[in-house]
């Protein structure tokens, strides 16, 4: 059984680096921009809170398999929502 984290932290370790964003070339659409838009611009244009900067680490990490670890209130469910439209909107999906 693992320790519950502390109250108000997520449980990630931030001292592990986090590569930025990484844009695969797609090959549907053309003239897709080379430069992501944010998980941030992408909450403020529909109108969502903005995510931490540990939530937009997840959502804007780079498109492979990963795992989060989080304890229970802390946004799992709404930042996962958020990271595929994140993909979706930088056409990464």
């Given at each position: 059984?693992?320790?519950?984290?502390v109250p108000g932290q997520l449980?990630?370790?931030l001292d592990v680096p986090v590569a930025p964003a990484q844009r695969r070339p797609s090959r549907l659409v053309p003239g897709t921009p080379e430069v992501p838009i944010s998980a941030a611009r992408i909450a403020r244009l529909l109108g969502r809170p903005e995510p931490t900067p540990e939530q937009a680490a997840v959502i804007e990490a780079p498109f492979e398999p990963m795992?989060?670890?989080?304890?229970?209130g802390s946004g799992k469910t709404e930042t996962m929502a958020a990271r595929?439209?994140?993909?979706?909107?930088n056409r990464m999906i």
């Open positions: 059984m693992t320790p519950d984290p449980g990630l370790d795992l989060v670890i989080a304890g229970a595929v439209v994140w993909l979706v909107a």
